[in-house]
């Protein structure tokens, strides 16, 4: 099996999909066999690679609940290394249904262990930590984690991490952080820069050194079904996500969680929440790991 990369944040609006997409876009076209498999029943990242889904289209809802083999609901895309796994609004009622589930948390787990022909499987997630996204990160080998430059970006960060910390205490010991991943940067705003710079001093060696910058195309692309490589491949959106897949295949893994204990980073928590509060969390966060 592939690396499974689970794309999460308990924020909406930070970037997840664009990243599930772009990412996804950008591994697929240098050959490398990939799937995206939409979790969130918004279904953004289905529509945003213009995979339609008619009445009789079989989703991860069916795939889900046993109704369909998974491999006949893969989808093609335009790209010819990536297929996704759709979703529709239905994959609401999942959540419900999986709870008379034996081992409801380990269903996709069990289903991705039998995909063999894909070098990456992301997995794009809804806001909420509700058994769509448990059975997500049960699933992966790492989560990527998508963070809004603004001045509420860690904001959620704090309810991730202690999901991620049992998550591995109870259903996946192997789990790591991929990485931390800026998106929506604008160089002109003085913000955005000091985001970046407390994300990076904070979290020294987890966040990625490609930047997403905030780029109207790729707030296009999805209207026109299409990733940004193809809609508009010269564009800086583009080339970031270009940049993002070239660093994740070339990147070892650093399970961040264990790191963010340590005594480092629990001075750097104090003058940093002083400074700031939206980092104020991590502080909290980091005296539960430390139990
Ligand atoms: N780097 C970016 N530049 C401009 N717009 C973006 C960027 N990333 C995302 N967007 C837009 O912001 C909105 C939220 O992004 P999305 O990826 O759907 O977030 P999430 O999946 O976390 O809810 C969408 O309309 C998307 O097109
Ligand atoms: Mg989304």
């Keep these: 099996m592939g690396r499974v990369i689970c794309i999460a944040n308990r924020k909406g609006g930070v970037g997840k999909t664009t990243t599930a997409i772009n990412l996804a876009a950008c591994l697929g076209v240098v050959k490398a066999p990939t799937l995206l498999i939409d979790c969130d ?6 529509s945003g690679l213009g995979v339609r889904v008619e009445q009789d289209t079989a989703t991860l809802y069916d795939v889900l609940l046993g109704e369909c083999p998974l491999q006949d609901a893969l989808a093609k895309t335009t790209i010819e290394h ?7 609004h239905d ?7 999986l709870l008379n589930i034996d081992n409801r948390e380990y269903v996709l787990h069990g289903l991705l262990r039998r995909l063999a022909e894909y070098e990456y499987i ?5 806001p909420s930590l509700g058994l769509l996204t448990v059975n997500a990160l049960t699933a992966a080998d790492s989560v990527l984690i998508p963070l809004q430059c603004e001045y509420y970006a860690l904001e959620g960060l704090r309810s991730l991490l202690e999901t991620i910390e049992l998550l591995r205490a109870r259903l996946n010991p192997d789990l790591v952080i991929e990485g931390l991943l800026l998106t929506m940067f604008d160089q002109r705003n003085r913000l955005s820069r000091q985001v970046e710079e407390e994300v990076r001093q904070f979290f020294p060696d987890q966040v990625f050194h490609t930047v997403i910058p905030r780029n109207v195309r790729l707030g296009e692309s999805p209207s026109h079904g299409l990733p940004i490589i193809l809609y508009d491949p010269s564009c800086r959106g583009a080339q970031s996500y270009v940049a993002l897949a070239q660093e994740i295949r070339t990147r070892t893994s650093t399970p961040v969680v264990a790191q963010a204990a340590s005594e480092e980073k629990a001075n750097a928590g104090e003058s940093l929440s002083e400074k700031n509060p939206a980092f104020a969390f991590v502080e909290t ?3 539960g790991i430390d139990e």
């Design 41 to 46: 029943p918004q279904a953004n990242a289905t």
């Design 122 to 126: 992301l997995l794009d997630c809804p």
């Design 91 to 97: 994959l609401i009622g999942v959540e419900i249904e």
């Design 285 to 287: 966060t980091r005296g």
């Design 82 to 88: 990536l297929d996704v796994l759709p979703a529709t």
